[in-house]
Structures are given as structure tokens and as C-alpha cells.
């Protein structure tokens, strides 16, 4: 994290940062758990694109300006969701679920990276200064 940047975006990514680890661990656990003891909230379509998307927008927050870092982890981490699936009893990988996965965490970091971008144009001194003239 760099010290010249504003404090706002240090900010963002220090939540960007926990919001990743928990909703990566929250995803790891929720695709190995047996399908009786896993929450069932809506369609599998909408949890999977929901909390995906929760990830990749707080993955992009923890990792500005690392465009295909971001883009490569992501494709690799749904694809290992997948894979891992496979070795936990009554658990099955899906291409389906990877593209499925793969849209909604592309889908946060583009989010993320107009956050930072707003982010950034509002700490600048000078869009504050400009305005109260």
C-alpha cells in the first residue's frame, strides 16, 4: 500500500483486503461443505453470481492498478473452487459454474475499478478546491 496515495483509497484497500479473505474463505467453505449443511438463499445462478461478485469488487478494492493480476487470480481462484470441488463428497464441478463464477468476480473488479477511479478523483486537492470557487 503506498503512504503518498490519499488516505480514502489506503482506506479502500485495507477493506478491499478483509472483504477478500473473508469472502474467499466464505466461498472455499460454501463449495466443500456437503449441499444439506450449505445455506440456500436464491436460484444457484444468483448466489453464485452475488457472492463472486462481492469478491472480485473487494479482490479489485485490495489490488488497484493491478488490472491483469486481478484478471489472471480470478480466473485461476474459480477455477480452483471448482477443481476442489470435485475431491468433496457430493460436490461436482461445472463449467457452467465457472463461467457463471468467472463473469461475476470480472464483473467486481470492473466495479472496484470505478470505485477507485471515483475514489481518486475525489481525493485530489484540486476537485475540492475547484469546487468551492
Known amino acids: 500500500m503506498d503512504r503518498d496515495r490519499p488516505w480514502p483509497l489506503r ?16 466461498i472455499v467453505v460454501l463449495s466443500v461443505v456437503p449441499p444439506g449443511l450449505r445455506p440456500v438463499v436464491s436460484s444457484q445462478g444468483v448466489e ?3 457472492i463472486f ?12 492498478r ?3 493480476l486481478q484478471a489472471v487470480a480470478a480466473l485461476v481462484f474459480t477455477g480452483a473452487v471448482e ?16 463461467v457463471v463464477d468467472t463473469l ?20 485530489r486537492p484540486e476537485s475540492r478546491s475547484s469546487g468551492s470557487a
Not at 461478485?53 to 488497484?64: E, H, I, K, N
Not at 461475476?104 to 475525489?122: F, S, T
Open 11 to 26: 482506506v479502500l484497500e485495507v477493506l478491499g483486503r478483509a472483504g477478500a479473505v473473508l469472502t474467499g474463505v466464505a
Open 48 to 50: 453464485h453470481s452475488a
Open 53 to 64: 461478485l462481492l469478491f472480485g469488487l473487494a479482490f479489485g478494492l485490495a489490488l488497484p
Open 66 to 68: 493491478r488490472i491483469v
Open 83 to 98: 477443481l476442489i470441488q470435485m475431491l468433496a463428497p457430493g460436490r461436482h464441478a461445472r463449467w457452467s459454474d465457472f
Open 104 to 123: 461475476g468476480v470480472l464483473a467486481g473488479l470492473a466495479l472496484a475499478a470505478a470505485m477507485g477511479r471515483v475514489a481518486a478523483r475525489l481525493a
